[in-house]
């Protein structure tokens, strides 16, 4: 049975629509930082954190540690992190954090916490870690080993792959984009709200 063209036509663009809704129904938030970089550090406290507790079900955050940081070499991976080898520790902390911890809302828990006090990264990993109920010790294993290394290594691949590069920290992308990063660095509900279909409650 054959179907007229402008009944075709319409279920096209209602299969476009109802897909357009569905890749808006959830905003794919992408976040490239250092750990000891104060505008990092205040972007978690500030934009993140809070923008995330608007709406949790509805906004997916991929964390990639590594921002300036220079690989020295790659069998076994070597850097070189902008605010020392302090810095270093805590991106691998970080690196290991994101393939532990499973749940998305414990890991920002746990990236928030970590990043706010980065003197002694495995010191505050552990503390931090115990007041959210996580296993630290994988986290800190991990970190100190060539695994860690390695996650870091991908985490640098994947910031050196964007377009444009690295300029500011940090550098935040919405469904892969850095269109808007200027906006979303310092207003992200607002921005998500933009794209967000349906809008949340929390959204004006």
């Not at 009944?7 to 490239?32: C, E, K, M, P, W």
């Not at 870091?152 to 444009?164: C, I, Q, R």
Request: aromatic share 6%.
């Amino acid at each position: 049975m054959f179907l007229p063209r402008g009944v075709l036509s319409a279920f096209g663009l209602a299969i476009l629509f109802h897909a357009q809704v569905f890749a808006d129904n959830t905003a794919r938030v992408g976040v490239y930082y250092e750990t000891l970089s104060p505008a990092c550090r205040e972007f978690f406290i500030n934009q993140l954190i809070p923008t995330y507790k608007h709406a949790p079900e509805r906004i997916t955050v991929t964390l990639v540690p590594f921002g300036n940081t220079v690989v020295n070499s790659t069998n076994p991976p070597t850097f070189t992190c902008e605010h020392g080898e302090t810095e270093c520790e805590g991106l691998k902390i970080h690196s290991c954090a994101i393939a532990l911890v499973q749940d998305q809302t414990t890991l920002l828990n746990l990236a928030d916490c970590t990043i706010r006090n980065q003197t002694d990264p495995e010191a505050i990993l552990t503390e931090c870690a115990t007041t959210l109920g996580i296993e630290w010790r994988p986290i800190a294993d991990c970190a100190k080993s060539t695994n860690g290394s390695q996650l870091l290594k991908v985490n640098g691949d994947k910031t050196n792959a964007l377009n444009p590069g690295v300029k500011e920290l940090p550098i935040i992308t919405l469904y892969g984009s850095q269109s808007e990063e200027s906006q979303l660095r310092t207003n992200l509900w607002n921005g998500i709200c933009k794209v967000l279909q349906p809008k949340p409650s929390t959204c004006q």
